[in-house]
Each structure stands twice: as structure tokens, then as C-alpha cells.
């Protein structure tokens, strides 16, 4: 079956912008991540639904991101006032069920560039 | 907080080699670990999943160890081919929380 999905693959944009990171996660996976992965870093944890709901947030860098899962499945990231600093390969994945015991599959990232 | 380290940072073998690559992390009260596979400018493709129950798990050429009272795991890849070259990343998960990585070793196999 069809596996995680990010779009755009590629994003550039200026200084200020907003932009809106699209993830379809497997179907019928409860479980989606979204991660942010700088050059030769691993990637590092932004937020986590279950669901509807963010069950934890914490990872996200300050109240410029925000992240909406409205019915469940599709998820989108919100970067309001791009900095230069949050050019990064912006990566979601999925689990079937609560990320602790489930093996998380991810999508292949959308590469964010602010100019 | 747990935090994850990956040793080396890279790796150069000849084709045909066995080799090992290392993680530790620092809480050993992990659910379980996670080996993945990324080539330049993709996303993540996982390898294995070693849950804190088990000790190994085996993949075609790859085998994972867990050792979780010394705070390790080892990817071991047999008859290492250049299609084996890519960055290799570990991650671990402990309590409700998602994956928490290491930095990864890049790994290059020479023909």
C-alpha cells in the first residue's frame, strides 16, 4: 500500500513568509510525528498526534509553529514568520497506534529553504 | 531526557567487509529501538525495530543487538555491497515519547 506522503517536496521562500507543510500518513495509522532534521543531524522531535489531538507538543521551537491534524489523518505544519534558521528537511511519520511499541514509517520530508 | 550517540561519524570499507556500527543511549528504560537508513536528500527507511523485550533482530544481511543494562545496540551488516552506502541512524523511544535520535554514521562502501 501506499506509504507516508510529505508536500511540497520542495519549498523555498522569503524571509517573514508563512508556510504550510502537508503529511498523509498510511492509512489507518493513529499515530503521526512531525520532526525537523538539520544537515548532519538526526532529526529532532516537533509535535505528536494521536488522533485528532497533539498528546505531546513539546518538541516545537516557539509559537511561530503550529501543527493541525483536524479529522484524523492529514496533518499540516504552520511556520508563521519564517526565519532564516528554520531551513531544515521538515519529515513526518506514522504508527499504527501509540508511537512507544509501534514501528514509526516516514515520509521522504519537505525541504524548507528561507531566504 | 534520554540522548543518543552514534560512533563513528563515518565509515569507509572495501566491498565484501563485515562490519558494525554502534549506538548507545543514556536511559535504559527504552520501549524500544529503532535502526534506519537514509540516502542523500531522502527521508528515512526503517531497517529494524528492536522492542526492549528482545535482544536481536535479523534482516536479510543485517542483524541488530539490544543491550539494554549497558546502554547499547549494534547494526551489524554482512558482505558489506556499494549499495550498502547511505547515513545509518539509531533511535530510541522511552515512556511516551517519540523517537529521540542519534546523529548518525555515514557509511561508505568502496568497490
Known amino acids: 500500500g501506499a506509504g507516508v506522503s510529505q508536500t511540497p517536496s520542495n519549498k523555498v521562500t522569503e524571509k517573514g513568509k508563512y508556510v504550510e507543510l502537508r503529511c498523509d500518513p498510511i492509512?489507518?495509522?493513529?499515530?503521526l510525528y512531525w520532526y525537523r532534521q538539520s544537515l548532519g543531524q538526526g532529526p529532532e522531535f516537533l509535535i505528536y498526534?494521536?488522533?485528532?489531538?497533539?498528546?505531546?507538543d513539546s518538541g516545537l521551537p516557539n509559537d511561530r509553529f503550529f501543527a493541525v491534524r483536524p479529522e484524523g489523518s492529514v496533518s499540516t505544519l504552520k511556520i508563521q514568520r519564517t526565519e532564516r534558521g528554520d531551513s531544515a528537511v521538515y519529515l513526518c511519520?506514522?504508527?499504527?497506534?501509540?508511537?512507544?511499541?509501534?514501528?514509526?514509517?516516514f515520509g521522504p520530508g519537505t525541504r524548507l529553504t528561507v531566504l | 531526557k534520554q540522548e543518543v550517540t552514534q560512533i563513528p561519524a563515518a565509515l569507509s570499507v572495501p566491498e565484501g567487509e563485515n562490519l558494525v556500527l554502534n549506538c548507545s543511549f543514556t536511559d535504559s528504560a527504552i520501549y524500544n529501538l529503532q535502526w534506519f537508513r537514509q540516502d542523500p536528500g531522502k527521508g528515512l527507511t526503517s531497517l529494524l525495530l528492536i522492542q526492549s523485550s528482545q535482544r536481536e533482530q535479523t534482516s536479510g544481511r543485517l542483524n541488530a543487538s539490544l543491550d539494554k543494562s549497558s546502554g547499547r545496540s549494534t547494526l551489524y551488516i554482512a558482505a558489506s555491497q556499494p549499495g550498502d552506502s547511505a547515513t545509518y541512524l539509531c533511535?530510541?523511544?522511552?515512556?511516551?515519547?517519540?523517537?529521540?535520535f542519534g546523529k548518525g554514521t555515514r557509511l561508505s562502501v568502496i568497490a
Open positions: 511519520a506514522s504508527s499504527d497506534g501509540p508511537g512507544s511499541y509501534n514501528e514509526q514509517f
Open positions: 498526534f494521536q488522533g485528532t489531538g497533539a498528546a505531546d
Open positions: 533511535a530510541a523511544t522511552s515512556g511516551n515519547t517519540p523517537l529521540v
Open positions: 492509512s489507518g495509522h493513529t499515530a
